[in-house]
C-alpha cells in the first residue's frame, strides 16, 4: 500500500529567497525548480535519501495559487503538505473504495527542471476529508526520472528526513486510518506521562510519523507540526549553521536514548524544525 514518506511541502510567499534559507538549513543545493502551469504554483526541491521537501509558492492563476495564497494570508508561511507514496495508485484507490470512501479521479502531473530542462511525470490522489481530516495529504505514483540526489552527504549535512511530527485530537482514528487503511506499521503507542499526551510512532521506509494527542471533544483534526531531519555530525552541522549566520540552540540529548538533538530557530518559514544525530545507527 504506502511504501514511504514521498515529499513535505512548505508555502512560501517568495521561492527564491526560501530556497537560499533552506540551503542553508540543509548544507545541499536544490536538486530541482520547476513550476505547475496548470495549478499557478512554482516549486524548488531538496531530495534525501529517503524523501524530499518541496518549497511552494504561488506564481500564476490556479487551484494551487488560491490554496498557497490563502493559507499565507491566514496563517502565514509554513508546513502545509505530506504526500505518501506508493507503487500502485491504482490499486491503492480501489481499496480505498471497496472501504466505502467516495474519492475523486486520479490526475496525472508533469514537470521540468527549469535547470536541466528534465522532466518527470507522476500521478496524485488527493484524499477525501474523512481521511485527511483537516490536513492536507495526497498519495502519489512517480511515473519516470527519479530527482537528482546529491552525490555524497558530508557528515554536516542533512542527508535524510528522521521524523514528521503530527498533532491529532484523535489518536484512535489516526490508527484506523494509517495502520488499518494505510498498512503502514504502528511501531510505538504510549503514554508520556510527563506530557500527559499520548505518542504514537509509525514506521515506514526507516522514517517515523510521530502523532502527538491532546485529547478533546471536538470533531476530529488532524494538523502538521514540525520536521526532524538527521546529520551525521551534529557538532559539525551547528558549525556550519552559524557561518551561515542561522540561528541554532546549543546541542542536547534527545529524548530518545543515544541521540542528540539541535534546534534550528531561524530561516526555517515557521516550521518546527529539529536536527537529530544518532550515536548508534538504528
Keep these: 500500500m504506502i511504501t514511504s514518506i514521498d515529499h513535505l511541502i512548505i508555502a512560501v510567499e517568495n521561492l527564491e529567497e526560501a530556497e537560499l534559507n533552506y540551503t542553508k538549513i540543509l548544507g545541499i543545493p536544490s ?97 477525501p476529508d474523512d481521511l485527511t481530516r ?21 557528515p554536516e549535512m542533512v542527508s535524510r528526513l528522521d521524523h514528521v511530527v503530527i498533532n491529532t485530537n484523535d489518536a484512535d482514528g489516526f490508527i484506523h486510518i494509517y495502520r488499518d487503511i494505510f498498512k503502514i506499521r504502528l511501531a510505538l503507542d504510549k503514554v508520556i506521562e510527563s506530557w500527559n499526551r499520548r505518542m504514537l510512532f509509525f514506521r515506514v521506509n526507516k522514517t517515523t510519523i510521530e502523532v502527538i494527542e491532546s485529547k478533546n471533544e471536538e470533531p476530529a483534526k488532524d494538523s502538521l507540526w514540525g520536521l526532524a531531519w538527521e546529520v551525521e555530525s551534529l557538532e559539525k552541522a551547528c558549525n556550519r549553521l552559524k557561518k551561515e549566520q542561522v540561528e541554532v540552540s546549543s546541542i542536547k540529548k534527545g529524548i530518545k536514548e543515544n541521540t542528540l538533538v539541535a534546534t534550528v530557530k531561524s530561516h526555517t518559514h515557521n516550521v518546527p524544525t529539529l536536527l537529530i544525530e544518532h550515536l548508534n545507527k538504528y
Design 31 to 127: 536538486s530541482w525548480k520547476g513550476e505547475h502551469k496548470d495549478f499557478g504554483t512554482s516549486n524548488c526541491l531538496f531530495n534525501f535519501k529517503n524523501t524530499y521537501l518541496e518549497l511552494l509558492a504561488a506564481s500564476g492563476d490556479g487551484l494551487g495559487a488560491d490554496f498557497i495564497k490563502h493559507h499565507i494570508k491566514e496563517n502565514g508561511e509554513g508546513f502545509i503538505g505530506i504526500s505518501l507514496g506508493t507503487d500502485n495508485l491504482d490499486y491503492f484507490s480501489n481499496v480505498l473504495k471497496k472501504n466505502n470512501f467516495s474519492l475523486p479521479e486520479i490526475i496525472t502531473g508533469e514537470g521540468k527542471n527549469f535547470n536541466n530542462d528534465k522532466t518527470r511525470a507522476w500521478k496524485n490522489l488527493f484524499l
Design 134 to 154: 483537516g490536513m492536507f495529504s495526497f498519495i502519489i505514483q512517480h511515473l519516470s526520472t527519479e530527482l537528482p540526489m546529491q552525490k555524497t552527504f558530508q
